[in-house]
């Protein structure tokens, strides 16, 4: 029996995950370039590239390198959804190896594409003030992209304002549609043809409004107990999860599981109750964890794990918990997380 | 130059810290068992070793795999502070090859650590109310040991209610001493000699009541952004940054850096403002963090870090930032982070 804490994937899961959101986006017309971060796993992107992804989505060059020759394999292309900083020779290499876009949101990451001989998506913040420009703005970073020569794929999107309860989903999926359609316009005007317009997270991809020509979520193969209290996931989409064991019961009133900080992360978004959901156990809750030790409380009279039994835990955050492991466990398998740690 | 985001560690500082450490514990009396858990490098663990600590302490089987011959090569041992639940052969494979002592604190785990041939410390709760069992219960788990022919080393606790402002850290190191002090009489009263009183984390090292024996600190000798909130650490004592550059400033009033929870980390504990700091930029607050993304909030008119421009980042818990990554940058050198996501 295999030693807690581990972290499990269900191969099932996953693929009717993929090929749900496959099956949404091909009924709307959208393509799908699903983001590695969540994953990090040539396991998982190989299920994705053949349900019919167009390519994938990748936050970092660490992980362009590390999905370089999978996807230029499966005749599919790269999107760097960033604004990167550095690096030109190593973008430079990665694009000899696989078709690459890359993210911008100043003049400065125009000229740092031309010098790696990358095509470029302009950056526009559709409300969650956090990277990109105004969507009046994405002409005249299109305009300095023709001044140097670099291809323009079109405009992107992060919706992450859409992470919260009540109308925030629609209105951020609403303001997505909206903000993206305005920076292809002006794009249009400066004579890109073949604006690609993309955004898309997992909370707002069911939502995704007109106009918009591609979506890049992570979260749904996996899904999270974040999503779950978001209301966009349901339990039995949920394809990882923690396995933990209780290892005390001194203290009244609680257990302690081996899963702690170093599993599940210390994401704790303010619409998420404790650190991770235990399905076997639903009146229980972990409500304070440090790096080695989950506090479980339990109700009194509740159901409550006894003293060396084996749990599942579904995690708040999957992109962390996964980015804390080398390894996924997936049935008879033993998928490695290819891109762990490729921050850079 | 080396890219963006990275994790830098400071040799010279990480060498006074520990000869400042053992210093104190020299001083007093006090035998200094460091915690493995904050660096999990083999480089950093020498230097412990080699400057007095009387071995290590390590919070999982696999930081135990990681450490077994170092330490046993410098004829020192191992501590597992941690009510360790299964893996009896691993457990018993590490004792073969280092000698090693493993918390319990229930007649189960002392039951495992018979079938493990290894000896105990109970451990006692101070206040934490996390692990550990009543002062007054260690004699019943020292009475099952003895039945079952397990030595007993003596009792240990971990007072983490000291991460807090105030009198908190004064309270905390008060009730170890205290509770260590009757857990370590009731062994006594069961024939138990030489019990050893195991405490300390940085926090209340300095504040160490009268009694303790033994000392567990682990992030003293790296240091982070919330010891220097706690003030328990200055801003000399902090030996790792990371290495981060501006990637964004489309969003007005603010700039973005490459380095997100993926390497900063999700802690945010209550005594805590913001996702790290920002030394040379002490009016800049790290406002909002996403995987990859950390938003810096700049008031008008004060100083601000411009695009591209590389700043360093006192993470808030160095212990999270360490596990996200495989090596540190130490000067000339590279240190592998040796016990990287060994969780189990």
């Known amino acids: 029996m295999r030693a807690t ?106 000229r740092r594409a031309a010098d790696s001989g990358v095509a470029v998506s302009v950056e526009i913040d559709s409300g969650l003030a956090r990277s990109g420009v105004a969507p009046q703005d994405a002409a005249a970073l299109a305009e300095a992209a023709r001044a140097l020569g670099v291809p323009v794929r079109g405009v992107f999107t992060f919706p992450g304002h859409g992470y919260g309860v009540g109308r925030t989903r629609a209105d ?45 979520p992570g979260v749904y193969v996996l899904m999270d107990a974040g999503q779950l209290a978001l209301g966009a996931a349901t339990y039995d989409q949920v394809a990882l999860t923690v396995r933990a064991t209780v290892v005390s019961d001194a203290v009244t009133g609680q257990v302690v599981l081996d899963a702690g900080a170093k599993l599940l992360g210390m994401d704790r978004p303010a619409f998420v109750d404790g650190h991770g959901l235990l399905p076997d156990y639903p009146r229980a809750r972990i409500a304070r964890i440090w790096e080695h030790h989950g506090v479980v409380e339990v109700p009194d009279g509740a159901a409550r794990p006894r003293l060396g039994e084996r749990v599942t835990v579904v995690p708040n955050h999957v992109c962390a918990t996964v980015n804390l492991v080398d390894e996924l466990v997936a049935g008879d398998e033993v998928w490695p997380v290819t891109a762990r740690g490729r921050n850079t």
């Open 172 to 216: 951020a999926a609403a303001d997505e549609a909206r903000t993206l359609r305005a920076a292809a316009a002006g794009l249009r005007a400066t004579g890109v043809d073949d604006v690609v317009l993309s955004g898309g997270c997992t909370p707002t991809a069911a939502l995704t409004g007109a106009g918009v020509t591609e979506l890049r």
């Open 5 to 110: 804490p581990y972290v499990r994937v269900d191969p099932e899961i996953v693929d009717r995950n993929i090929v749900a959101m496959q099956a949404f986006c091909d009924s709307r017309g959208i393509a799908l370039r699903p983001h590695v971060k969540t994953h990090k796993s040539a396991e998982i992107a190989a299920r994705q590239l053949a349900a019919g992804a167009v390519g994938l989505s990748v936050a970092t060059v660490g992980e362009a390198e590390a999905f370089a020759d999978q996807v230029a394999a499966a005749g599919k292309d790269l999107f760097l959804a960033y604004p990167v900083a550095a690096d030109v020779p190593r973008v430079r290499a990665v694009a000899a190896r696989v078709p690459l876009v890359v993210g911008v949101d100043s003049v400065e990451g125009v």
